[in-house]
């Protein structure tokens, strides 16, 4: 059975910093494209970023480039997504998820396994 459970959201002031982390069972995070979504309240889910599964490219959407950075640590089989300079905008429920396969990032429904999300709360 697949499990991906995220764990770092928190309240933080505007400017500063979360790392967020996405631990898998059941799946073997380098042989996936893995990724980071988030959802705030009345929003769809929007990508955030993804890391292929063989070359590790990263790629972002342009809200959150040069400021949030994805990882993946394949011993831990961690996935990880560090935010700086964090804005109020940033606030949603954030989801790791993993897909076997994809064509395009940004589609949700093309994502194959999902955690059940971490809260992110930016005050300004």
């Known amino acids: 059975q697949v499990q991906l459970v995220e764990s770092g959201g928190g309240l933080v002031q505007a400017g500063g910093s979360l790392r967020l982390s996405c631990a898998a069972s059941?799946?073997?995070?380098?042989?996936?494209?893995t990724g980071w979504f988030r959802q705030a309240p009345g929003k769809e889910r929007e990508f955030v970023g993804a890391?292929?599964?063989?070359?590790?490219?990263?790629s972002y959407s342009d809200s959150v480039k040069g400021r949030f950075t994805i990882s993946r640590d394949d011993a831990k089989n961690t996935l990880y997504l560090q935010m700086n300079r964090l804005k109020p905008e940033d606030t949603a429920v954030y989801y790791c998820?993993?897909?076997?396969?994809?064509?395009?990032?940004?589609?949700?429904?093309?994502?194959?396994?999902w955690g059940q999300g971490t809260q992110v709360t930016v005050s300004s």
């Open positions: 998820a993993a897909a076997i396969s994809l064509s395009a990032y940004g589609r949700p429904q093309a994502w194959d396994y």
């Open positions: 059941g799946l073997t995070f380098s042989s996936y494209t």
């Open positions: 890391i292929s599964r063989r070359q590790g490219t990263t």
